[in-house]
């Protein structure tokens, strides 16, 4: 009696033992909600997954290594991830989770936990394109303020210097010439609107 209990013990605890080894883990993923500035669920939107910041900071010539479109609740998730830190570019239309200089906690994660649904929520807000071209051969440094301010050198040209998804808004900008003068500098101020979707150019000298 004794040997047909420890047979029948020994049996279900294989059983047992085979059933857990066969359950495959729950993969790492993250999971990132999107919304507009008003809280809303953004749906169809594209999000390119990046596993480097240089790899996402320059994203118009880089190719994410993961793409995904949200569902109808803003949602889109990316699976069997490893634990490191991810970042992404979320864009629809002319709404994105913006230019990489922005809040790090819209487009970065923190490590993720493995074998968990990790979350993160990124805000698209109205971006558009700020294009500054030099036609002289001189360079000039050109300093934009407003919305979102920013600094670039412009070496002597013809050049020029874009960057898309950056935030609407109101913008001076001023470009001081640099090298190819005698005396004084030539400097020129511009003003602006930057409008979702809209290019916005700063041409000089003129």
């Given at each position: 009696?004794k040997l047909?209990?420890?047979v029948?013990?020994?049996s279900?605890?294989?059983i047992f033992?085979?059933?857990?080894?066969?359950?495959?883990?729950?993969?790492?993923s993250l999971q990132i909600?999107?919304?507009?500035s008003?809280?809303?669920?953004v749906?169809?939107?594209t999000?390119?997954?990046?596993?480097t910041?240089?790899?996402?900071s320059?994203?118009i010539?880089?190719?994410?290594?993961?793409?995904?479109?949200s569902?109808?609740?803003?949602?889109v998730?990316?699976?069997?991830?490893?634990?490191?830190?991810?970042f992404?570019?979320?864009?629809?239309n002319c709404?994105?989770n913006?230019?990489p200089?922005?809040?790090?906690?819209?487009?970065e994660?923190?490590p993720?936990k493995?074998?968990?649904?990790?979350?993160?929520k990124?805000?698209?807000?109205?971006?558009g394109?700020?294009?500054?071209?030099?036609?002289?051969?001189?360079?000039?440094?050109?300093?934009?303020?407003?919305?979102?301010?920013?600094n670039?050198?412009?070496?002597?040209?013809p050049?020029?210097?874009?960057v898309?998804?950056y935030p609407?808004g109101?913008y001076?900008?001023t470009?001081?010439?640099?090298s190819?003068?005698v005396?004084?500098p030539?400097?020129?101020?511009?003003?602006?609107?930057?409008?979702?979707?809209?290019?916005?150019?700063?041409?000089?000298p003129?």
């Amino acid at each position: 009696m004794k040997l047909k209990l420890f047979v029948f013990l020994l049996s279900f605890g294989i059983i047992f033992f085979i059933g857990n080894c066969s359950k495959d883990p729950i993969p790492t993923s993250l999971q990132i909600s999107l919304v507009d500035s008003l809280g809303n669920p953004v749906p169809g939107a594209t999000v390119g997954l990046y596993s480097t910041y240089p790899n996402f900071s320059y994203f118009i010539n880089s190719v994410s290594m993961l793409s995904e479109v949200s569902d109808a609740t803003g949602n889109v998730t990316f699976k069997n991830l490893s634990g490191n830190m991810y970042f992404w570019f979320a864009s629809k239309n002319c709404i994105s989770n913006g230019y990489p200089i922005n809040d790090s906690h819209n487009y970065e994660s923190a490590p993720l936990k493995a074998h968990s649904v990790n979350t993160a929520k990124s805000v698209l807000k109205s971006t558009g394109t700020i294009l500054v071209i030099n036609n002289s051969t001189n360079g000039y440094v050109v300093r934009g303020g407003g919305a979102y301010p920013f600094n670039v050198s412009a070496s002597g040209g013809p050049t020029s210097w874009l960057v898309t998804n950056y935030p609407i808004g109101q913008y001076t900008i001023t470009a001081t010439q640099t090298s190819g003068y005698v005396g004084n500098p030539i400097v020129r101020n511009f003003n602006g609107i930057l409008s979702c979707g809209d290019t916005l150019k700063f041409i000089f000298p003129n």
